[in-house]
């Protein structure tokens, strides 16, 4: 079974600059989760998606943040523009939690490390 | 709101020893679930183990074990004969049944398996 696979591995940007994260969760899995994990600190959900809509977005800093997941398959969250305390990984994870399945555990991609200078 | 707290940022352990790693949380909820994952430098988070509330029965996955005690709210995590791969920051994580709730993770344990 292929696991959650993110991209870029790694991404520095300037602040005010913009930067895309994309994540293809594992086949089948219809929640996908948006984490972002500053250093020293535990993962913080962004956004969560049920297919292809939106189920708490509570969270994200909307004035700079935004997030899809077209088609309920892949999705893309997007930071414009940066600021330096965006700095961290930002990990995606996806679940088969459904209704009648609602304990599956997360599983997590690789995340992408941003760095804001 | 559901909190979690691990209060050891950092542990240490010798090869082949066993170490614990502390997690209370806060809930008003019964029935929840949780979990213990594993972050390596590799930063992919793995799922070590897990525990449903409603199991008296501790879990337990090869070396690793919970002691899960309810009423005092607290989550421990035991490894028995740590090995250097073991060498990770471990974070505890919480979440409460139904497929609307996200996980809440603590601020993890840096461990580190010493030769």
């Known amino acids: 079974e292929a696991g959650v696979a993110q991209s870029p591995r790694y991404k520095i940007i300037e602040k005010r600059q913009s930067v895309a994260f994309w994540c293809n969760p594992i086949s089948g899995h219809a929640t996908l989760y948006w984490y972002q994990q500053i250093l020293g600190q535990g993962p913080k959900l962004l956004i969560q998606f049920q297919n292809n809509g939106v189920v708490d977005d509570s969270q994200l800093p909307k004035d700079r943040f935004s997030a899809e997941r077209l088609k309920g398959v892949d999705s893309t969250l997007k930071i414009q523009p940066a600021k330096l305390e965006d700095s961290a990984v930002y990990l995606c994870?996806?679940?088969?939690?459904?209704?009648?399945?609602?304990?599956?555990?997360?599983?997590f991609g690789n995340g992408t490390r941003l760095t804001v200078t | 709101a559901q909190t979690v707290t691990q209060s050891q940022p950092e542990m240490s352990v010798q090869e082949a020893e066993t170490v614990t790693l502390s997690c209370t949380y806060d809930?008003?909820?019964?029935?929840?679930?949780l979990f213990w994952y594993k972050q390596p430098p590799s930063r992919q988070m793995i799922l070590v183990i897990r525990?449903?509330?409603?199991?008296?029965q501790n879990a337990t996955e090869n070396r690793f074990s919970v002691n899960f005690q309810k009423a005092a709210k607290s989550f421990s995590l035991k490894i028995s004969d740590s090995q250097l791969g073991d060498t990770a920051m471990y974070f505890c994580?919480?979440?409460?049944?139904?497929?609307?709730?996200?996980?809440?993770f603590g601020a993890g344990t840096r461990l580190t398996v010493k030769p």
């Open positions: 994580a919480f979440m409460k049944p139904g497929w609307l709730y996200d996980m809440r």
């Open positions: 525990q449903e509330a409603y199991k008296q």
């Open positions: 809930t008003s909820e019964n029935n929840y679930y």
């Open positions: 994870a996806s679940s088969l939690r459904t209704e009648s399945s609602y304990n599956s555990p997360l599983h």
